[in-house]
């Protein structure tokens, strides 16, 4: 950031440089409850922050959506391998969410560079359509390095995204694989996308992928119909392997075409299906609460183990070599009782 111009160099003396006064809480608050674009993109943008006061102004805001947060929004995550057309089936499948009365937000998360740090944060320019629409709301966020195809503050995202109005909300996922899963337990349906002609492609698709989908689509049958509906038919049959549902819910297994948008109603109606299925079965609010338990248990691994790293405990003993008598495993359990006992000796004294 240039620095403030000083008033010796300034052209006109009389000028005075004035820092641009930023929002505080209650007017920042009102803004996004009005339904203000920017001022949720600001409030996003305050979440991913490092700097202390940016956070706490965040935590303030969340907080405020939280207590708001109920059965009037549908979230949905979406993952798939790149290049299967994860950002035009949203594009399309928005529209058509746009096009029955929702107001929609997607959160697209892109990979970071594990060298650079840093992301592309494409997904809205391959969305030029969607973008347009001024009921729908795109946030291209990074990774930040952070597993399960989704950042640390897409949870606060979406609470945030709420409160601004937004019913409909669509997480897009950096990839599939093992570690891709932490969207379905952030989201109350997931939708998960496929490559024609299966192959080494349904190999790569995890089986435990496979058991949290709650629908599977094929995509781009216009361009290879005969091996969109094989791949749709392997998927099935590998369904049936997987254990009874808790929600009672049969998968479904459908083809569709992003690029031209073929199926995009059916499939709009198929998780219309499974919604009103968990309403009226309460897995609804069954799963908004384990949503809020998985939400608790991250914050409390996130603030512990920054509490761990900060203290100059970790920090010298991270310095010291391992002994290959003590070894990492009973070195990490020193650690943690030293760190547990040095907590309890601070709030004694």
């Known amino acids: 950031m240039p620095a403030a111009p000083s008033e010796d160099s300034a052209i006109n003396q009389r000028l005075r440089y004035r ?65 299967v057309g994860k950002s035009t089936f949203i594009e399309v499948f928005g529209q058509a969410l746009l096009d029955r009365g929702h107001r929609l937000a997607v959160l697209a998360i892109d990979p970071s560079s594990s060298l650079s740090g840093g992301s592309i944060l494409g997904d809205k320019t391959r969305m030029a359509e969607l973008a347009k629409r001024e009921a729908a709301f795109i946030r291209p966020s990074p990774s930040g390095g952070f597993l399960g195809g989704v950042n640390r503050m897409t949870r606060e995202s979406m609470l945030l995204c709420e409160a601004a109005g937004y019913d409909y909300l669509m997480v897009e ?10 969207v379905h337990g952030m989201t109350d349906a997931f939708l998960l996308l496929a490559q024609p002609g299966a192959g080494d492609e349904l190999q790569g698709i995890k089986r435990g992928v496979l058991e949290l989908a709650d ?37 479904l297994v459908q083809t569709a075409a992003a690029l031209t948008g073929e199926h995009i109603d059916t499939i709009l109606t198929s998780v219309e299906e499974y919604r009103q299925h968990l309403l009226t079965n309460t897995y609804f609010t069954q799963g908004r609460e384990r949503q809020q338990q998985q939400w608790l248990l991250e914050l409390l691994r996130t603030e512990i183990l920054g509490d761990l790293e900060s203290s100059a405990m970790f920090q010298e003993a991270a310095r010291q070599p391992v002994s290959h008598e003590q070894g990492l495993y009973h070195k990490a359990r020193q650690l943690l009782r030293q760190f ?3 907590q309890i000796k601070d709030q004694t004294v």
Do not use: C, M
Request: hydrophobic share 45%.
């Open 340 to 342: 547990y006992h040095d």
């Open 173 to 182: 996922t950096v990839g599939v694989g093992q570690s891709e899963l932490a």
């Open 215 to 251: 629908l599977i689509v094929v995509n781009k049958v216009d361009r290879l119909p005969e091996a969109a509906k094989q791949t749709a038919v392997q998927l099935q049959q590998a369904l049936h392997l997987a254990p009874a549902r808790a929600d009672q819910w049969t998968p």
């Open 19 to 83: 820092p641009r006064a930023e929002p505080g809480l209650e007017a920042r608050w009102a803004s996004i409850r009005a339904g203000d674009s920017a001022a949720l993109s600001q409030a996003i943008t305050l979440l991913e922050s490092s700097r202390p006061q940016d956070r706490l102004l965040a935590a303030d805001l969340v907080a405020r959506a939280d207590a708001l947060s109920g059965e009037h929004s549908f979230r949905l995550g979406i993952s798939g391998s790149p290049g």
